[in-house]
């Protein structure tokens, strides 16, 4: 059984440029949410995504979008990035009925 | 709303003595909570789950929690703390549900364990 992976590990930005994360969810898991933890915090819901469809949405602007593709896979979109957008960015699968979340290993973003 | 409050930032312990890691809750209904283990520079780790069944939950690498109502605590502990359990936990207790979906997790800020030889 394949855990969730996140592609790319590590990833440097300008101010104002996009960024594309990318996260294949555990096998026969439909539902993806994705998480931000910036340095020595807790992470932060950023959205979840459900039968490809946003299910759910934190305390984050608009620039932040996301897709869930029909294999359950997911991308985080992050249009003129910030610097404050520097953080861990996490993907997590789980599957229906059950509550518990698996996490993959994050991608590191640095905004300069 | 659901919230949790990890109630020390920083513990340290010497190996081979107990380890305590508290957690208080706060939910308008009946909540799941979870302990989240993360090592340095790695993704989040499930340790243990409390979904309203057995109030005293066992969780792997030999951790084990209890869910207290009275008290709205959640309270992670292990009898002997070994070298590698160093590093960052976090209480988690999960929020809304939205449609069929499983819901938002909602962390606390993490409490960094430390383990002296």
């Known amino acids: 059984e394949t855990g969730v992976t996140q592609s790319p590990t590590h990833l440097i930005k300008t101010r104002g440029q996009q960024v594309t994360l990318r996260c294949s969810s555990q096998s026969g898991h439909n539902t993806v949410s994705w998480y931000q933890q910036a340095l020595g915090q807790g992470p932060q819901f950023i959205f979840q995504?459900?039968?490809?469809?946003?299910?759910g949405r934190g305390n984050f602007p608009p620039r932040f979008s996301g897709l869930q593709f029909p294999n359950y896979s997911s991308e985080l979109n992050v249009n003129a990035l910030e610097l404050d957008d520097s953080a861990l960015y996490l993907c997590?699968?789980?599957?229906?009925?059950?509550?518990?979340?698996?996490f993959g290993p994050g991608t590191r973003l640095t905004v300069t | 709303a659901q919230s949790v409050t990890q109630l020390d930032s920083h513990v340290s312990v010497s190996e081979g003595t107990p380890v305590l890691l508290r957690c208080n809750y706060s939910?308008?209904?009946?909540?799941?909570l979870f302990w989240y283990v993360q090592h340095p520079n790695k993704g989040l780790q499930l340790l243990l789950k409390?979904?309203?069944?057995?109030?005293l939950v066992k969780g792997i690498n030999g951790f084990e929690a209890e869910f207290k109502k009275s008290e709205t605590s959640f309270h992670l502990t292990k009898p002997s703390a070994h070298m590698s359990d160093a590093a960052e936990y976090f209480c988690?207790?999960?929020?809304?549900?939205?449609?069929?979906?499983?819901?938002?997790?909602?962390f606390g800020k993490g409490t960094k364990l430390s383990v002296k030889p």
């Open positions: 988690v207790v999960r929020g809304m549900n939205y449609g069929g979906s499983q819901g938002n997790l909602i």
């Open positions: 939910s308008s209904y009946s909540p799941s």
């Open positions: 995504y459900y039968r490809e469809e946003e299910n």
């Open positions: 997590a699968s789980s599957l229906a009925g059950v509550y518990e979340q698996y």
């Open positions: 409390y979904t309203s069944a057995a109030t």
